[in-house]
């Protein structure tokens, strides 16, 4: 009876040990995502206010290059023309370009957090 008692003591702080290790891994897991939340919120607020300022400020050069431009040749209307124009390339290029370039950046960036992860669970 002795033996069954120790081997049910045993099983119980098995399980015990068990699940302290699954509520362990578990607070581990909020505090990890919680943290890559966090970062990537703020990564996300940095890139819109970069981005407002950003626009704003070639908002406002365009601005005055089409007025300049405009003065330069004599009409307003062409200023804003050849300025909307000289854009025109710019518009093309990242139209093609920035898709596939981010799409590549973010599979590379989930591929890499995958393999740091499975590094991290083999030691």
Known sequence: ???????????????ELTMNHVETRLEYFTLVSTEKMSDFAASMARLLAAALFGGMMFFFFSMGFAYWLGDKIGSRGGGFAVTGLIFLPAL??????????V?????????EQQDNADTQERH
Do not use: D
Request: proline fraction near 3%; glycine fraction near 0%; avoid cysteine.
């Open 92 to 101: 093309i290029a990242s139209w093609s370009l920035v898709k596939p370039i």
């Open 1 to 15: 009876m002795s033996s069954e008692t120790n081997e049910k003591s045993h099983i119980e702080r098995l399980m």
């Open 103 to 111: 799409r590549a950046k973010i599979i590379e960036s989930v591929l």
